[in-house]
């Protein structure tokens, strides 16, 4: 039986994890993107009613989650409805 190989050296060693950079919207003046009451960008996809719903919840204040997740969700509904709409 062949003995097993040892892959150890070129496993990552513990040591202090590297800051992670919070995750932030794009920047409002990039093409496809306008800036929203919230303070992060919407992207336009020239679907008047996604844009519309994505303008919606970047308007949403990032500290209020209620708020956050009740146009997260609008904007689920939507694009599940503008998806199946492609469908038929």
Do not use: I, K, W
């Given at each position: ?17 590297e ?49 956050t ?20």
């Amino acid at each position: 039986m062949p003995e097993p190989m040892d892959h150890s050296e070129n496993m990552p060693r513990p040591g202090p994890a590297e800051p992670v950079a919070p995750a932030t919207a794009p920047p409002a003046d990039l093409p496809g993107a306008t800036a929203g009451e919230g303070g992060t960008a919407a992207p336009e996809t020239g679907d008047l009613v996604v844009d519309a719903a994505l303008r919606d919840l970047a308007a949403v204040d990032d500290a209020d989650l209620d708020a956050t997740l009740v146009a997260g969700e609008s904007v689920h509904r939507t694009l599940t409805s503008r998806l199946s709409d492609l469908g038929t």
